[in-house]
């Protein structure tokens, strides 16, 4: 597992697993303990994915196993935008701490760019300072919200957990975060299984010649551009597929390929659109 300095030292892992849809407790539980036996180490959730307390259960049950340390693990979470406000930051982080049964978080992430989310950074600030989170950042931050928010906070974040896959690259966005010290996380890194990208003839044609699938090319294609991905699969034997992805990287003729692929937008979220605005601002974290 190669792994990225933050900022402040922290090291992220490059790869992760996500719970995002994972509504079912048990599968959910049962889906996180398959990742860690595959080798997976750091664990995406969110308040506002209703399952904390699974993820939490599954990681207590493999510590408790002796099979990893809590230091071994990274965990992230996020703050939902019903809780994006300086009141109540706090007590939402509380909260999803006591959901996953840690005692820390690793990276808390402002979930959407939307509600007072600069009063929740400061909460988040205290919080960090007090060693309650080893890392600070955000989600889904256009450019232009990224920088001003690095301008106006004591602690800048840390983390832009957006879309980036092979058909959404975000190139400009890439170079903006790197100019601010903000280091990229991907999510859906494939694009959800949308655009039918299991059988896209160049990632197909391009693994082949490193005899890799195309999952674990579009994976490889995000690290390779120092890019930490979150990616989800219930199957375990994808799960191994897409850890096994450390002994190869593409060559720039490739990347160039891939270039090819790049749509310029989302097909996923479009972020401009104000509906996604409001869809997400009807939507409830803990408070569900
Ligand atoms: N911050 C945010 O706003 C935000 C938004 C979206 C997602 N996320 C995070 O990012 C994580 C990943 O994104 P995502 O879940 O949207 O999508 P994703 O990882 O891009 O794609 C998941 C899909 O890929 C399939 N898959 C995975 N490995 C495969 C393989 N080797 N071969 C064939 N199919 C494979 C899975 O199906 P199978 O189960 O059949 O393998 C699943 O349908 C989420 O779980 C969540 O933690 C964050």
């Known amino acids: 597992m ?22 079912e407790p048990r599968q959910c539980e049962k889906c996180v303990q398959a990742a860690l036996e595959s080798g997976y180490r750091m664990f995406d959730t969110a308040a506002s994915y209703g399952n904390e307390e699974p993820v ?4 207590k049950k493999y ?61 988040m600030e205290k919080l960090y300072e007090e060693g309650r989170i080893r890392a600070l950042g955000v989600s889904n931050f256009s450019p232009e919200r990224l920088v001003d ?9 840390m983390v832009d957990q957006v879309e980036l896959h092979p058909f959404y690259h975000q190139e400009q966005a890439l170079h903006i975060m790197r100019e601010l010290g903000v280091q990229p996380q991907a999510w859906a890194p494939l ?7 299991f059988s896209n003839k160049v990632l197909e044609k391009i693994g082949k010649k490193y005899g890799r699938s195309v999952a674990q090319t579009a994976l490889r294609w995000n690290i390779d551009r ?9 199957i375990p034997e ?20 891939i270039s090819g692929l790049d749509l310029g937008y989302s097909e996923i979220l479009d972020y401009g659109n104000p509906c996604i605005a409001r869809m997400f601002l009807s939507k409830k974290g803990h408070s569900r």
């Open 2 to 23: 190669e792994t990225i300095a933050l900022r402040n030292g922290v090291e992220m892992p490059l790869l992760g697993y996500g719970v995002l849809q994972m509504k």
């Open 56 to 59: 939490g259960r599954a990681l």
């Open 63 to 123: 510590m408790d196993e002796g099979k990893v340390r809590r230091e071994e693990l990274f965990v992230i979470t996020k703050l939902w935008i019903d809780d994006a406000r300086e009141d109540s930051a706090g007590k939402a982080f509380e909260t999803s701490l006591a959901k996953l049964g840690l005692d820390y978080i690793d990276l808390y992430l402002v979930h959407q760019p939307y509600g007072d989310y600069y009063g929740a950074w400061r909460a």
């Open 149 to 157: 928010l690095c301008m106006n906070s004591h602690i800048p974040p």
């Open 191 to 197: 694009c959800e299984g949308l655009r039918n990208i």
């Open 226 to 234: 120092q890019v930490s991905v979150v990616t989800r699969s219930s």
């Open 238 to 257: 994808h799960m191994r597929e897409d850890f096994d992805i450390w002994d190869f990287s593409l060559s720039d003729g490739d990347r160039k390929l």
